[in-house]
């Protein structure tokens, strides 16, 4: 079995190589694939296979994918080209004689999430390919928490517009063993997972743990969508990221980010983390 994963000089594509290795996959079965190949030495020098994948050039997607069993499309964050890109890659893999696993988000053929529009389009290319797919609908991950920590204690307050909404996080290595289990087994293909963590929380729960585990007060501050944008946009984010992020919580108010399937823990066969483990150890 040969298995590419793209996007593997990222967070998430990186762990699923990982994972891979982890389940016994030869390193000579594997592809890992990134615009920037030298950032993929290490996996090089372990047998890992390396190749550029570019999703706006057609070519190296070709190379990267001949003789693949199996494509772990890894969605990329060139935000209003990404149904575009990820659909040259879908093709690349069909084209190759490959199936096909994406990362998307939480409901996206449903959900109102302005971040899962470009998810949603994919999803339907990828469909109307018809290349075989299995789509892994990945939820919130700790570390897009986790990195904001000491701005949280610099100011003793997680800042949200989320109300009492619910997030289904999990580590990001959670999602990306998921993706391995996936790889490596059968019986995924036409499959949609709804991934989540086992336990969700709400932002002022997330504030409570960092208290915890810091000693520190911290509280949560609930503010309108509209001013969370304005003060994302102050602490220096573009003004369409911080809109769209913002958006996130007015998501996670609307329940749209709390996953109750468990197909998570059932495709890695344990529980996934927690979030006072994720917490307790950023601040390690």
């Keep these: 079995m040969s298995v590419v994963v793209t996007g593997a000089t990222g967070h998430l594509g990186r762990l699923a190589v990982e994972s891979l290795l982890a389940r016994g996959v030869p390193a000579g079965d594997i592809v890992a694939g990134g615009r920037s190949v030298e950032k993929l030495a290490d996996l090089a020098e372990r047998g890992v296979r390396t190749a550029r994948i570019d999703y706006d050039d057609p070519a190296t997607l070709a190379d990267a994918f001949k003789g693949a069993d199996k494509v772990l499309l890894v969605s990329g964050t060139d935000f209003g080209r990404r149904v575009e890109q990820h659909t040259a890659a879908a093709r690349a893999a069909k084209d190759a004689g490959a199936s096909v696993v994406y990362t998307s988000a939480p409901y996206a053929d449903t959900t109102s999430l ?49 109300g009492d909404g619910r997030v289904s996080g999990a580590p990001r290595a959670d999602y990306a063993e998921a993706a391995a289990a996936v790889l490596t087994s059968e019986g995924h293909e036409g499959k949609v997972y709804e991934l989540g963590g086992d336990a969700s929380f709400t932002l002022a729960e997330l504030a409570a743990s960092v208290a915890k585990h810091s000693g520190k007060d911290v509280v949560y501050s609930e503010l309108p969508v509209e001013q969370l944008a304005k003060v994302l946009e102050g602490a220096g984010l573009p003004a369409p990221v911080a809109a769209m992020l913002a958006d996130t919580d007015r998501s996670i108010r609307a329940g749209e980010l709390e996953v109750t399937t468990g197909d998570l823990s059932r495709l890695i066969g344990r529980p996934t983390g927690t979030l006072d483990d994720a917490v307790a150890t950023a601040l390690a």
């Design 114 to 162: 302005q971040l899962a529009v470009e998810h949603r389009g994919t999803e339907e290319a990828i469909r109307a390919l018809g290349v075989p797919f299995t789509f892994l609908r990945n939820s919130w991950y700790f570390e897009n928490y986790t990195p904001q920590i000491p701005t949280y204690l610099e100011h003793g307050a997680v800042l949200g517009s989320a």
